[in-house]
């Protein structure tokens, strides 16, 4: 006889199924194909039809129905010259164009470092239509550990890198999780960002980086519960932890850690390097 599934495997086996889905999706991370700074006067872009420029403020796109550009918004050619405005770290998925139904590719418009760019999204591009799911290690509670949040008085900005040498990031730190790793007897200390409903993020390097997994990656957590003594308690379950979308592509502008997130430990859970044989 055998004995009951086990709850928190099914629910991980879920987890999985719902960030594959994700990543397989048409215009998803994985069909990133290209990333240019907008010029400060009109001019084409490498792949992309039209006339591109931004006075800094504004960006603007020059086409006519020919050039086969499509508004993401409305359907409708692009025609003469139309502009958007982005706030730093907005992203606006504004055209298409290209394959038989000229929606192959879409042209996002992003804001970083306080400066404009076109990514491109391809939904034929081969690292989209050869995934078959991200490699992870095999799933084990003991990775699922209880910590406490201890928060700031109020959230501070912490400059960060990106996975783009040219975008500089800011963490918003709004405390810190404390923990132990399984078999270990040291306390970390990690700086968390907050997330929508309450939920926190901490983005961390560990040991296993550049052997069997990506520069870095990052954990999500449910909201700290409040205990009776006034402390916060979170579960991070490590099986989670997963990559940036810069481990697939390199047109990312993924934030980088903050310089104290470094585990001096293995976390042999979560997702491994996509590529392997790299």
Same mark, same amino acid.
């Given at each position: 006889?055998?004995?009951?599934? $086990?709850?928190? !495997?099914?629910? +991980? ?26 010029? $400060? ?31 993401v918004e409305?359907? =409708? ?8 405005a982005l ?6 998925? +504004?055209?298409?164009?290209? =394959? ?67 975008? $500089? ?9 404390? !923990? ?15 997330? /929508? ?6 983005? !961390? ?15 999500s957590m ?7 003594? =006034? ?5 991070? $379950? ?9 481990? !697939? ?22 997702? /491994? ?6």
């Open positions: 006889m055998t004995g009951a599934p $086990d709850a928190g !495997f099914e629910r +991980w086996q879920r987890f999985r199924a719902n960030r594959n889905n994700a990543l397989a999706a048409r215009d998803g991370w994985l069909s990133l194909t290209s990333f240019a700074w907008l010029a $400060d006067s009109p001019a084409a872009v490498e792949g992309v039809p039209g006339l591109w420029s931004t006075d800094g403020t504004t960006a603007a796109l020059t086409a006519v129905p020919a050039d086969g550009l499509s508004l409305t359907g =409708g050619p692009v025609d003469g010259t139309v502009t958007a706030a730093d770290g907005e992203s606006l998925m +504004w055209v298409r164009f290209g =394959g038989p139904n000229g929606d192959r590719v879409m042209v996002e418009l992003a804001m970083r470092g306080g400066r404009y760019a076109l990514r491109t999204r391809d939904s034929a591009s081969p690292v989209l239509t050869a995934f078959a799911g991200v490699p992870t290690f095999p799933y084990d509670p003991a990775w699922e550990v209880t910590g406490r949040f201890e928060p700031y008085p109020e959230p501070v900005a912490v400059p960060i890198g990106t996975a783009n040498p040219l975008v $500089d990031g800011v963490h918003r730190t709004v405390g810190e999780v404390l !923990f132990r790793l399984p078999g270990g007897s040291h306390e970390f200390r990690l700086q968390a960002e907050e997330e /929508k409903l309450g939920a926190l993020t901490v983005t !961390f390097h560990d040991e296993t980086n550049g052997d069997t997994t990506d520069d870095w990656r990052k954990l449910p909201r700290p519960r409040p205990n009776p003594d =006034g402390t916060f308690s979170v579960v991070l $379950d490590f099986n989670r932890a997963i990559n940036y979308p810069s481990a !697939f592509t390199p047109y990312g502008t993924c934030p980088m850690p903050v310089r104290n997130n470094s585990l001096d430990a293995r976390v042999e859970a979560g997702e /491994k390097r996509p590529f392997p044989e790299e």
